[in-house]
């Protein structure tokens, strides 16, 4: 018997697919605070020159977590089908939208200030 066919998933597909909409849902709520931000200063007025940055930093947000949504999804139902490890491609999309959601929340709280 080979060590793949006799090994047992158990509950380990449902604790990840969990662990993956636990990671979206924080970076919803970052994503909601750099909106917060935004609101908050265009309504002081806005931005003092030619660009927004902190609508950059809110519309990079945005996009990353539309992102990693869409990667919890094709996740999600991977794991409905089976346990195999997650494609290599998934995963850099996923390292991307969550470093891109982090670099933006950085510089939201230094724009902030």
Request: charged content about 15%.
């Amino acid at each position: 018997m080979s060590p793949e066919a006799a090994r047992d998933p158990g509950l380990q597909p449902e604790r990840t697919s969990l662990a993956w909409r636990r990671t979206l849902l924080a970076l919803v709520v970052a994503d909601l605070l750099i909106w917060r931000s935004w609101a908050l200063a265009a309504s002081r007025g806005g931005a003092p020159g030619p660009v927004d940055y902190l609508g950059v930093c809110a519309l990079v947000a945005v996009a990353a977590t539309v992102v990693l949504g869409l990667c919890v999804l094709v996740r999600g139902h991977e794991l409905r089908r089976s346990s195999v490890a997650p494609p290599a491609a998934l995963l850099r999309w996923s390292a991307a939208a969550v470093v891109g959601l982090a670099s933006s929340a950085v510089a939201a709280v230094a724009l902030g200030h």
